[in-house]
């Protein structure tokens, strides 16, 4: 992530983050931002969902 990101490059970072890594939630400030614009706030879920198909796939 840049230095002073913007709140698009924020949310676009931590979607990917929770995409692949359960490490950490996401921020409170940032999932305001996903609240406020009407988005879905994205989970661990979907690393799980996504790991689970790929692993049937091979």
Same mark, same amino acid.
């Given at each position: *992530?840049?230095? +002073?990101?913007?709140?698009?490059?924020? *949310?676009?970072?931590?979607?990917?983050?929770?995409? +692949?890594?359960?490490?950490?939630?996401?921020?409170?400030?940032?999932?305001?931002?996903?609240?406020?614009?009407?988005?879905?706030?994205?989970?661990?879920?979907?690393?799980?969902?996504?790991?689970?198909?790929?692993?049937?796939?091979?």
């Amino acid at each position: *992530m840049p230095k +002073n990101p913007k709140p698009e490059q924020r *949310m676009a970072w931590h979607a990917g983050h929770a995409a +692949n890594c359960g490490c950490r939630p996401i921020p409170a400030g940032v999932v305001r931002l996903f609240v406020e614009r009407g988005l879905p706030v994205p989970t661990e879920t979907a690393r799980v969902e996504v790991a689970g198909r790929k692993g049937q796939e091979q």
